[in-house]
């Protein structure tokens, strides 16, 4: 919707007061904006049409700020459940959206959140069929927070199950790691510096549709490894499954930019956030195909093979270091912080 | 990247360590000074790829690691009392004797992560109404920036600012431990990002007095496995030469400028390392005119005295008597979601770097 058509300049408590105010802010922003036969119903919620089995996931966004070179919290916030349900090998269809507000946002920014709400669910694909909105006072939160949940009907073809993994299977990585949570840091308070780099936040379920339509049962499992970076999305899969993983540092998708910004604060890449990034373990007998395919898309542009799972040291990552070393990769504790020196 | 890729190349890796497998003939015991360089033995996977012979010992130069409890539970006590602390990351997750700076934050406290102090003096400036203060912590590395905050807020006229020194020396360290008596050293390698600041002029007395070499040397692999070729060289001849690997940072007289405005605000005084004891001239402390500047003496927390976990065995791990895999703790009731003391935190500290990235867990 157009910003300047806004009879307030605020969000306060009352728009979240259930009242006369809650309703304006809803035909004013939210209605117009999701005009849609679902949310049309003006209802307590929505009834909606499914075929064979549903993958469901629901996501809190809370980033800080929420501006950020590349996008911002309403575009993260669909996409993020989007592909949280896309991993699971199934078609996004439906996402409920509920907003914390805290009280004195800008009009024209909340709007500006919607609209970008809106553009990344037409891209993905999917309606915004249930919502809420609350506010609450001032302190009391960090400017908005949103809560997506996701639903998706499983591929036909797709079998995802991190127990059919197996000796010999192909770990692939579909594009450059931590560029998402690089951008974020590059705009904290006390950790500006100045760069390009922007979030990688982007919609992936097209892409793992096609690779379902191409490979099905040949694909193992899919993983989005947001916080916590690659290593803790890694650690988790060997220590659950019980399997051996080997990555090569070499091997590792890293652009310059954000290799150079990771050196300077002391951050490893492995564990740095990624949201349009995602792992495949694929049979071996595949791998350079599925490499092949995603690299014609542009948000698979820099796929590649970092590693496979093998029959040593079950249940621990080890990475190949560049110079021919070996270590352990061990999930993330607590939050990441830059070194000191 | 340009002077990165270079030295983390694989064939000038091999040939290095080829070179230190050639010409070691029996076991020598090298210490590298800096909790960096440990952190990029062990990320490498370097220390598996060394001859049996050379055996290395992780040295005291964590910052974090070797900042005393009670300074920890000042920067609490400072947050408790509605003070803006300000600090580098990895010191606010290092447990005090009750809790962490990070805990202190989520009970309340205006705690500010941040890269660089001169930050800290901008967010005075804007709270003027509040006390701000920096959690000034590190070797001689982070002291030059550390002290131009100080040099800034009083030229900005800043009334509100202050810095809570925990600022040590290396080449007293290292004289502390070539002075155990349980020592085992043979050799260093000279921590580079120091000697940037710094030089290397203060180790030619250690050199000579206890007959021992120390290579200067710097942290990515092809540094790390050539300053330690430079060190098996010099202890087959016998030779005890103090050696700049790190020469593309690294000059004799060290950075002047930085070495200048050090000067201009502290003075060489007694500190207490955490797990060493106190070291007598082994530290900064502001000088008389910066007082003001001083957080211990502006909120009158001097006194705040606390002991140590005695499950920790973090003395004999800083000073390289033992390996944090020697700890009975280690791994059992200490880890970096609990670690009893600081080793364990920094990423930098031995005991976490073990835990993190080493090989005897792989199989």
Known sequence: MDKRQLGFDRINLGHGSGGIMTRELLDEIIFKTFDNPYLGQKHDGSIVEIEGKMAISTDSFVVSPIFFKGGNIGELAVNGTVNDVAMCGAIPKFLSLAFIVEEGLKADEFVEIVNSVKAATDRCGVKVITGDTKVVERGKGDKIFINTTGFGEVHPKAKISAERIEIGDKIIVSGNIAQHGMAIMSQREGLEFQSSIESDTTNLNFLIENLLNNFGHKIKLFRDPTRGGLASTLSEIASDTDSGIVIHENKLPLEKQVAAACEILGLDPLYVANEGVFVAIVKEDIASQVVELLSKDVKGSNAICVGEITDNHKGKVVMQSAIGGKRIVTPLIGEHLPRIC | ?363
């Open chain 2, 1 to 363: 990247m340009k002077y990165l890729n270079e030295y983390r190349n694989i064939e000038a890796t091999k040939r290095f360590l080829q070179n230190i497998e050639e010409s070691v003939t029996r076991p020598w015991n090298i210490m590298e000074i800096c909790g960096g360089q440990t952190h990029s033995l062990v990320k490498n996977g370097i220390l598996d790829l060394l001859p049996q012979h050379v055996r290395m010992i992780h040295g005291p130069g964590c910052p974090v690691c070797v900042t005393p409890l009670h300074l920890i539970d000042k920067a609490i006590e400072l947050l408790e009392n509605n003070v803006i602390v300000c600090s580098f990351g990895d010191m606010v997750r290092v447990p005090g004797s009750k809790k962490s700076l990070l805990e202190a934050k989520a009970d309340g406290g205006d705690l500010r992560i941040l890269y660089s102090p001169i930050e800290a003096v901008t967010i005075a400036k804007n709270n003027p109404n509040k006390e701000v203060v920096f959690f000034a912590v590190g070797f001689e590395t982070t002291a030059p920036a550390n002290a131009l905050s100080v040099l800034h807020a009083q030229k900005q006229g800043l009334k509100n600012y202050s810095i809570l020194v925990s600022h040590v020396l290396v080449p007293p360290a290292m004289e502390a431990i070539l002075d155990d008596e349980f020592c085992n050293v043979d050799a260093f390698l000279a921590a580079g990002h120091v000697c940037t600041i710094m030089g290397y002029e203060a180790y030619y007395g250690l050199a000579e007095k206890y007959k021992i070499p120390i290579v200067v040397t710097g942290f990515e692999p092809v540094d790390l496995v050539e300053g330690i070729y430079m060190a098996v060289k010099q202890l087959e001849k016998g030779t005890h030469i103090v050696e700049n690997q790190y020469s593309r940072a690294v000059k004799e007289e060290g950075n002047v400028a930085a070495k200048a405005v050090i000067n201009e605000i502290f003075e060489i005084g007694n500190r207490e390392w955490r797990g060493i004891g106190e070291i007598p001239n082994s530290g900064y402390v502001l000088t008389k005119p910066f007082r003001d500047f001083d957080a211990e003496y502006r909120f009158g927390i001097q006194n705040i005295k606390v002991a140590e976990n005695s499950e920790c065995i973090a003395s004999d791990i800083l000073k390289g008597i033992k390996k944090p895999n020697q700890c009975k703790q280690f791994g059992v009731t200490c880890n970096p979601s609990n670690p009893l003391g600081a080793p364990m935190v920094s990423s930098e500290g031995a005991c976490a770097a073990y835990y993190h990235f080493s090989n005897h867990l792989i199989n």
